[in-house]
């Protein structure tokens, strides 16, 4: 069986269904002690199963895992080269706009350092790396009616800077 070709590939026949979605992310890493001190330890994800030290499984909330990560391939390794295809980011949607302002106060605590923080109209994001080069993005939307909108209806995403100070403003106290 060979890679599909997009180019000579048929249109699907109706659009897919709109309850689907992305269920996990399951990672290479090449320490999982470390990977799990980030995850587990700075983000604050609950392990539900672990497997010696060549993978564990994290969940938000008691879901069987949102996270996976492993070193079956990849122990020791280094992050993948720039410039290559893979992963961009794996993108972790926060509920609420307090939700992601305690993960700013997390992230800040822990001295890890963001790549950058965008409001897109639609949502409100933070950006920045795991300790394997892995991007993650920590994010959270917006109700639909107050995206932005074309004349036509359509969605009319920006980039513009997020304001650290109001969004941890909003943290809960601890």
């Known amino acids: 069986m060979t890679a599909a070709n997009p180019t000579n590939a048929l249109h699907a026949q ?3 269904d709109p309850g689907v979605g992305i269920g996990h992310v399951h990672l290479k890493v090449a320490d999982l002690s470390r990977a799990l001190a ?6 604050g994800f609950e392990i ?3 497997w ?5 499984f994290l969940s938000a909330g008691g879901y ?10 990849s122990l020791g390794g280094p992050p993948p080269a ?19 302002a305690d993960a700013l106060r997390r992230l800040l605590a822990a001295n890890i350092p963001l790549d950058g923080a965008a409001d897109h109209g639609v949502s409100e994001a933070l950006y920045l790396h795991d300790p394997d080069g ?10 639909q009616h107050r995206w932005p909108r074309t004349p036509d209806g359509g969605v009319a995403m920006y980039t513009r800077a997020l304001d650290l100070q109001a969004l941890l403003s909003e943290a809960a106290p601890l």
Request: no cysteine; glycine share 10%.
């Open 14 to 16: 109706r659009p897919i």
């Open 38 to 43: 980030f995850y587990q330890g700075v983000l």
């Open 48 to 50: 539900t199963q672990r």
């Open 52 to 56: 010696g030290d060549s993978a564990a």
């Open 64 to 73: 069987h895992h949102h996270i996976g990560l492993n070193t079956w391939e």
């Open 82 to 100: 720039p410039g290559t295809t893979g992963l961009y980011h794996v993108a972790i949607l926060y509920p609420t706009r307090a939700a992601l």
């Open 134 to 143: 892995n991007g993650v993005e920590l994010y959270t939307d917006r109700p």
